[in-house]
């Protein structure tokens, strides 16, 4: 297999001008690839480097003290078996003294028996989608040598309930700026330093196994903990939490931090998943700006509280009454009851909103068959705690 990559490997880069800044994208079609030493001629060229997929061999040989990707900035790995520990990422990492941005596709983190742990001084951009390994199909072969790639196909990822947890994921990233990290929740998050991070997006969901331990723990600590990481990212600007990563913080966190400079928050929703957390979530942003929800779903518990109107509480008093957000976006709205209720609901308590944005999701049907303008004229005349608050409904 290695002699057939290398014969593909070679006409490729000697018929091309490499001279250059150099983009190398090598889709492996099967497992059983060694990492073409080829790569190693443009070493010193190189600046994007994509990998994929499948188990490719032969990372001992970045071991050779001589072989620095000296000016390599990005680096993707897709699907890529890296083994049962973590040392052969740490060890592209060590050789890649200018890498700003890593991303990570599927490379099994749960088969780390030791930490899970990115460590670079360098990296700015982040993107971690820990999902179970995809084998390649079989028949794909694919060997592109290009200037300036595109990058990034469509994964599709198992349901994270029935994913295996990794032990320790650790993040020592002091310089950077933007982490994706999608995984199941680890037992511990023991490192986490992105002291410079601005934005972030996690989807961090629980397995049954979890859901299990945390149902039957009446209480007690259950052995799955992620305050660290919560509390690591308290210092961004902008953050994207999907419905899985808010049922987390309900459920595995001590506590939730206040996020003093967080100024654009968005919530994906799920009726499978609860809000536990959204009303200390939301007390806990005192400059918060703008709002945004990728529909309203969410399984109704005790714990919505007043963030939102499932319960009715006997207090007039709300979460989000001292709620500073002044732009709300409701997206893929459905307009059932359950939503035109909590619409009006956080027109009724907000008291700095100056604008609400409803966009209709024609994908579904809209409840009553409401047409646009129907939606807006129901929730037009609902009363509103900032009176000049602009108002529109979008499709
Ligand atoms: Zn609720």
Redesign the pocket.
């Known amino acids: 297999m290695c002699e057939r990559f290398a014969t593909l490997l070679e006409p490729a880069t000697s018929s091309r001008d490499l001279k250059g800044d150099v983009t190398l994208v090598l889709l492996f079609p099967n497992r059983g690839f060694a990492l073409p030493r080829s790569i190693f001629k443009y070493a010193q060229t190189l600046i994007k480097l994509k990998l994929g997929c499948g188990k490719i061999c032969g990372f001992c040989a970045l071991t050779r003290g001589d072989i620095i990707f000296t000016r390599l900035t990005t680096l993707h790995l897709d699907s890529v078996d890296l083994g049962r520990n973590g040392a052969n990422l740490a060890l592209i990492l060590s050789k890649c003294p200018v890498l700003e941005e890593l991303i990570v596709n599927c490379i099994r983190f749960d088969r780390w028996i030791s930490d899970a742990s990115v460590s670079s001084q360098t990296l700015k951009r982040l993107t971690i989608d820990g999902g179970e390994f995809i084998p390649p199909e079989s028949s794909r072969q694919t060997l592109t040598m290009l200037k300036e790639s595109g990058s990034g196909e469509p994964q599709l990822l198992p349901d994270k309930s029935s994913c295996v947890e990794p032990a320790h994921v650790s993040f020592d990233t002091p310089n950077l700026v933007y982490l994706n990290y999608a995984h199941v929740l680890a037992r511990s998050y023991p490192l986490v330093k992105l002291d410079s991070l601005v934005e972030a997006r996690l989807d961090v969901g629980s397995t049954r196994h979890q859901m299990r331990a945390r149902d039957s723990s009446g209480g007690h600590e259950v052995g799955y903990d992620a305050t660290n990481l919560v509390m690591g990212i308290h210092n961004v600007q902008t953050l994207h939490l999907t419905s899985d990563t808010i049922e987390v913080f309900g459920d595995f966190c001590k506590t939730v931090p206040v996020f003093h400079i967080l100024k654009h928050l968005s919530i994906e929703s799920d009726h499978e998943r609860t809000?536990q957390a959204l009303p200390l979530l939301l007390i806990n942003c005192p400059t918060l700006h703008t709002l945004v929800f990728h529909g309203l779903h969410?399984r109704?518990t005790d714990g919505?509280g007043d963030a939102?109107a499932?319960i009715t509480f006997p207090s007039s008093s709300s979460c989000l009454s001292s709620c500073p957000v002044k732009i709300l976006k409701i997206l893929d709205f459905a307009a059932t009851c359950g939503e035109m209720s909590l619409v009006k609901h956080f027109m009724k308590k907000c008291p700095l909103l100056e604008e609400v944005t409803i966009v209709l999701d024609f994908d579904s049907t809209l409840e009553e068959d409401l047409d646009l303008f129907e939606v807006y004229e129901a929730l037009e005349m609902a009363p509103r705690a900032s009176p000049n608050c602009k108002f529109e409904v979008l499709s």
């Open positions: 809000w969410h109704v919505c939102c499932c």
